[in-house]
């Protein structure tokens, strides 16, 4: 996974669970959530089961060994934007979730090939932003 995702070995890796993501989400009167775990399914392929949200929560098949769970976080109707007419306005194109990162992230992995500038960039923002994660090194790191 280092390879694929973890920025050719020189990146990192966040640490975290299903209840730390719930538990970090800031909440707000306006905003529903929804925490799913992915179906990974082909776009060919008509779903079994349809629900509103399936959608967001579909990924093409030979992402499967992700094991990725998602949060989907909508405006609730009664604070969807309304028209003068009455009528729903086009809702803004993003929407931002607050997470108290302190709560998120229980740990980061310094990847195996990350150079000693950026470990220390990442060490010093982490201390700063998420004093409680832990700071590890990869278990691959093989350097002295």
């Known amino acids: ?35 799913g775990k992915v179906t990974y399914w082909p776009d060919n392929k008509p779903l079994p089961e349809l629900h509103s949200s399936t959608v967001m929560f579909r990924k093409q098949p030979k992402f499967s060994a992700e094991n990725e769970v998602r949060l989907l976080s909508q405006i609730k109707m009664d604070y969807l934007p309304m028209g003068s007419d009455g009528f729903l ?25 990350m150079n000693e500038e950026s470990r220390r960039r990442v060490i010093d923002a982490a201390r700063l932003k998420i004093p409680r994660a832990k700071i590890l090194r990869s278990r691959f790191d093989v350097r002295p």
Do not use: F, K, Q
Request: proline residues 5%.
């Open 89 to 113: 306005s086009p809702c803004p194109e993003r929407l931002t979730v607050r997470v108290n990162l302190d709560v998120l992230v229980a740990a980061i992995i310094l990847g195996p090939r």
């Open 1 to 35: 996974m280092w390879e694929r995702y973890g920025d050719a070995c020189e990146g990192v890796c966040l640490v975290s669970s299903t209840r730390r993501l719930l538990g970090s989400v800031v909440a707000e009167a306006s905003v529903a959530h929804e925490l």
